[in-house]
């Protein structure tokens, strides 16, 4: 297992860095866009075991839109995404007018458009972060950059400070396999990580890469912590296979679902 989990986290590193520096932005929008399509699948499938009616393939759909009018640079109006979300709602109840069944209306509907907005939207801000550009900032891809190495830094240290320190139970009923061993070591990576990412960004002061080191690294572990509630009931271990050693896609992007907007908006307000 460690060695799948060695082998697909490199293969995953290479494709993160040759659509971060060597290919053009619209490459790394697609791949992001298809990571969302996918992850959105996977969350879709974990509700549907449940034996509730849901509008997947809508879902995925409207999923897909947000990234690549993000990347279009589609805004109809300054807080259009909130406009989407209101066209998507109201599609939504559409759907549910033109089924004879009436159960399960309410929990159906506002669960596809928890997963548009907990999946799509939340991962969609790495595409508006890539897309950064001032003079004299650092480019997009450094801040992606710096996104994924404190967030799966945080990752890494937790899975190996628990392997090897775990003793006392984070929370049992979410994750009885994470510990608050892991939790502190995982915390202290993400720091170190963002303490590290100074060296190759020097024009932001470095108190702000202590912030992040602490919000991101909390925010991280957040993250894992939602998505292994909602595997916890919906009574499954990974949300799919199609990761060897690592699970689903939405099993490696949980701990950014969180972490990327809250960078996004951290760097718009104070840096």
Request: aromatic fraction near 14%; include cysteine.
């Amino acid at each position: 297992m460690l060695l799948q989990r060695l082998v697909t986290s490199v293969l995953f590193i290479l494709l993160v860095v040759l659509t971060l520096f060597v290919f053009p932005n619209w490459v790394f929008a697609l791949v992001t866009t298809s990571i969302i399509a996918i992850a959105l699948y996977e969350f879709y499938s974990l509700i549907e075991k449940k034996g509730i009616l849901i509008y997947k393939y809508f879902g995925i759909a409207a999923g897909i839109m947000i990234p690549l009018t993000i990347y279009n640079q589609f805004e109809l109006t300054k807080g259009w995404e909130l406009a989407f979300i209101v066209g998507a709602c109201l599609s939504l109840f559409l759907l549910q007018f033109a089924r004879r069944d009436s159960s399960q209306a309410i929990v159906g509907v506002s669960t596809t458009l928890f997963g548009i907005l907990y999946v799509s939207w939340f991962l969609s801000f790495l595409i508006k972060l890539k897309l950064i550009q001032d003079g004299g900032f650092p480019s997009g891809a450094k801040i992606v950059a710096l996104l994924l190495l404190v967030t799966k830094a945080g990752d890494i240290g937790a899975y190996f400070i628990g392997k090897a320190f775990g003793k006392h139970h984070l929370i049992p009923r979410i994750s009885p396999k994470k510990t608050v061993e892991g939790a502190i070591g995982g915390f202290i990576f993400s720091i170190a990580a963002a303490l590290l990412s100074h060296l190759f960004m020097p024009q932001i002061e470095l108190k702000h890469f202590i912030i992040l080191g602490f919000l991101l690294g909390l925010l991280a572990q957040f993250g894992d912590l939602t998505e292994s509630l909602i595997k916890r009931d919906c009574q499954v271990k990974d949300a799919g296979s199609l990761l060897p050693g690592l699970g689903g896609m939405l099993d490696v992007v949980d701990s950014i679902l969180f972490t990327a907007p809250i960078l996004y908006f951290y760097i718009k307000l104070f840096v």
